[in-house]
């Protein structure tokens, strides 16, 4: 009996390792495939909106390793349950923790891709690993691919990883109240997150203050010998017809991220324009007017995507702009041209989510009031075509 019992003991120690080293490769193999995942991507948007299919097949991909782990680690005979080995169950966990981030190097392997590539013939001196699939679509743009390489890292922070957690703590590789690769996968794949939204942040800056900055330099706007205003500087519009440009760009990919992104571009926006009009040495009368015309117009348009830091900051620059010698009817001016503005303006401000219903605009006293005076709230928006102001003209 005994010489039986050391026969059998001896076969399940070999069951025992091949079951192992089975383990093992099937953990391998699915994480190089998940890594190559990204020479998969077309580009085309899922029917949820906001990511493409490479998240699903990454979470396919890995439900159907662990169903075939779950197969492998079936108890045998005359031994306990491989799931029941620490030494191995520590393993097990090793190897699901590498499976799951393999996912978030496909995506950053996916961006390194996007931020080489500079037209066709870049991409195709890349190696053939490093190179997309030939079914890419050639509409989108580099932006458009960015923001969809953030959707894919956010729907897998929000949906994927957590279905794969809840699959693999049912199998009993790990206690459900075990946070710990909860914890380290998901602060890996946040820290992925901020890095292509910094990119793709960093890639709008040259889009949006290309053409604007050059409207403030004290060598190109007579700051200190002006004539009255007679409209919102060109900036102002320019500003916003290109933030609306990359408004439509994000809302027909990604609809959660469009306040985040919108709000830091303007943070960027704030922290340029508000720097440059404290920059100037002097003003005089009507370029203090100016100045203030034009926050306030800035204010206007973006108040419903602003953050608490952008507010503030412009807020702070208005506060600073001299205002010794402005009149109740430079006031009334201000006023004025602020509601011409927004008559002639009113599809740019609906396109900036802008709702004259509950609008409570800024005062131009010092400061920001709670109103210009009266307000005509019965007074309907008519909408005009926009007209581009008139260049203001230098008493010299």
């Not at 709702?355 to 409570?360: I, Q």
Request: charged share 25%.
């Amino acid at each position: 009996s005994s010489g039986i019992n050391a026969e059998y003991g001896g076969t399940v120690e070999l069951v025992h390792d091949m079951q192992y080293l089975c383990v093992e490769c099937l953990f391998e193999s699915t994480e190089i495939s998940i890594r190559e995942l990204h020479t998969r991507e077309n580009w085309e948007i899922s029917q949820e909106r906001g990511h493409t299919a490479l998240p699903l097949l990454f979470q396919n991909m890995v439900l159907s390793l662990l169903s075939t782990v779950k197969e492998v680690m079936e108890p045998i005979r005359y031994r306990e349950t491989l799931s029941q080995d620490s030494g191995i169950n520590n393993c097990i966990q090793e190897k699901f923790y590498s499976v799951v981030i393999s996912f978030a190097d496909c995506l950053k392997d996916l961006t390194d891709i996007i931020e080489s590539e500079s037209g066709e013939k870049e991409a195709a001196t890349l190696p053939p690993e490093k190179t997309p699939s030939s079914n890419t679509s050639s509409s989108t743009t580099k932006e458009e691919r960015l923001v969809l390489v953030l959707g894919n890292c956010r729907h897998t922070i929000l949906t994927i990883i957590p279905t794969l957690l809840e699959t693999f703590k049912s199998h009993g590789y790990i206690s459900a109240n075990d946070d710990t690769i909860d914890n380290k996968s998901l602060e890996r794949y946040s820290t992925l997150e901020r890095s292509i939204f910094d990119k793709y942040v960093n890639s709008k800056d040259a889009f949006l203050f290309g053409d604007i900055l050059q409207f403030l330099e004290p060598s190109s706007f007579p700051w200190a010998y002006c004539n009255p205003p007679v409209a919102i500087n060109i900036f102002v519009q320019e500003l916003a017809l290109k933030l609306v440009m990359a408004q439509a760009e994000l809302h027909n990919i990604e609809k959660d991220l469009l306040k985040r992104i919108i709000g830091h571009l303007l943070e960027n926006v704030t922290v340029k324009v508000c720097g440059m009009i404290t920059k100037v040495e002097r003003f005089c009368k009507n370029g203090a007017l100016q100045a203030r015309l034009d926050i306030l117009a800035c204010l206007l348009l973006f108040k419903n995507n602003m953050t608490s830091k952008c507010k503030a900051t412009m807020e702070d620059t208005l506060n600073s702009i001299p205002i010794n010698d402005i009149s109740t009817e430079d006031e009334a001016m201000l006023t004025l041209l602020l509601d011409r503005f927004k008559l002639e303006n009113s599809v740019l401000l609906s396109c900036l989510d802008y709702s004259p219903e509950g609008d409570k605009p800024f005062s131009p006293g010092h400061g920001t009031g709670d109103s210009f005076g009266r307000r005509r709230s019965q007074k309907r928006l008519v909408k005009t075509k926009p007209i581009r102001s008139p260049p203001l003209q230098s008493n010299i």
